[in-house]
């Protein structure tokens, strides 16, 4: 069956660390994936998607199918990636997402 | 301002009545969807629609019911039968099916809480 899986819900680093929210999929076919995120009092909202192999506000992901994972990551993590982060994956005309990550950046 | 308006904001009903979300989109988007969003649980998706007069059950559609009547609207009812519906709701829209026009734009939610 297709899946996410997230496996940490709380993510807390320091301001300047590097960041890594995990995310692993189950899919028989070729994937297609994204992350969204929430911030506080915001609407949830695409930060990235692999097709497009993009960086958005420092961020990337790479799809690795060996390993059927697709890790967003950032080198130095400022406060304001604090939010809630979803990693999603398109099956037929719908989106499945993981659990989330609540991303914590300490001053 | 093109979007997604979910109403009401926060929603309290008591048990054994019935309750329906709205959800209208301005965007001209062919797909629209419904997902509960409950803590450490994620996203799940309840149902979705990819065009007028269809739609599709999710993951968890039982004790839930839609219809999809104008492309803009795509109301959800939370019925009695749903056994835990105290949540937050998440309306979405899409262009529609091809690859990569599947990025979705959400509502800011709907609070139900059964008293």
């Known amino acids: 069956a297709q899946r996410v899986t997230q496996p940490e819900k709380l993510l807390s680093v320091f301001k300047g660390a590097p960041v890594e929210l995990k995310c692993n999929y189950s899919y028989s076919g070729s994937p297609e994936l994204f992350w969204y995120v929430q911030y506080s009092r915001q609407r949830l909202q695409l930060l990235l998607r692999h097709i497009s192999r993009e960086s958005i506000k420092g961020f990337t992901a790479d799809l690795n199918k060996g390993e059927t994972s697709f890790h967003l990551k950032k080198p130095f993590a400022q406060e304001e990636d604090s939010a809630m982060y979803y990693c999603?994956?398109?099956?037929?005309?719908?989106?499945?997402f993981g659990q989330g990550t609540t991303l914590q950046v300490k001053p | 301002d093109g979007g997604i308006t979910q109403s009401p904001k926060y929603l309290f009903r008591k048990e054994g009545q019935n309750v329906t979300l709205s959800c209208e989109q301005n965007l001209n988007h062919d797909a629209m969807y419904w997902y509960r969003q409950d803590p450490g649980q994620g996203l799940r998706l309840i149902y979705y629609?990819?065009?007028?007069?269809?739609?599709q059950k999710g993951d968890i559609a039982e004790g839930y019911s839609v219809s999809r009547e104008k492309k803009e609207s795509f109301p959800l009812t939370v019925t009695s039968a749903q056994k835990n519906p105290t949540a937050f709701y998440l309306c979405?829209?899409?262009?529609?099916?091809?690859?990569?026009?599947?990025?979705?734009?959400f509502g800011a939610g709907s609070r139900l809480t059964v008293l």
């Open positions: 629609s990819q065009i007028v007069n269809d739609f």
């Open positions: 979405a829209s899409s262009i529609g099916l091809s690859s990569g026009a599947n990025v979705l734009t």
């Open positions: 999603a994956l398109r099956d037929t005309g719908k989106l499945i």
